[in-house]
Nanobody, 128 residues
Framework: QVQLVESGGGSVQAGGSLRLSCAASGYAISFYYSMAWFRQAPGKEREGAAAAINDGSTSYADSVKGRFTISKDYSGNTLYLQMNSLKPEDTAMYYC?????????????????????WGQGTQVTVVA
């Protein structure tokens, strides 16, 4: 059974950093074609923040490019999102997602419809 469990959220001042973790169970993260972080702010639609596919390609939303880094720890079966220079507009519930179906090389999708497996989320609040 696939399970994705996020952790690492919290409240931080603007300019600070957080590292989110997504612990996978049921399958090794190498099984998944793509893994990603999405976020949803109050009153807004869920949006993709960062994604990585198993050929090493990554994608980032323009709003987080240069500040966020997605990475995988295969030995620990964990996906990470390092978030630096946080802004109040980064405040959201952050979700880990995974996709098993192969989707080609060179591009990691930030389209939530491409992801079948989801965690429950971890809240990130950035205080000005």
């Amino acid at each position: 059974q696939v399970q994705l469990v996020e952790s690492g959220g919290g409240s931080v001042q603007a300019g600070g950093s957080l590292r989110l973790s997504c612990a996978a169970s049921g399958y090794a993260i190498s099984f998944y074609y793509s893994m990603a972080w999405f976020r949803q702010a109050p009153g807004k639609e869920r949006e993709g923040a960062a994604a990585a596919i198993n050929d090493g390609s990554t994608s980032y939303a323009d709003s987080v490019k240069g500040r966020f880094t997605i990475s995988k720890d295969y030995s620990g079966n964990t996906l990470y999102l390092q978030m630096n220079s946080l802004k109040p507009e980064d405040t959201a519930m952050y979700y880990c997602a995974a996709r098993a179906v192969y989707g080609g090389r060179g591009f990691a999708s930030l389209n939530e419809d491409r992801y079948a497996y989801w965690g429950q989320g971890t809240q990130v609040t950035v205080v000005a």
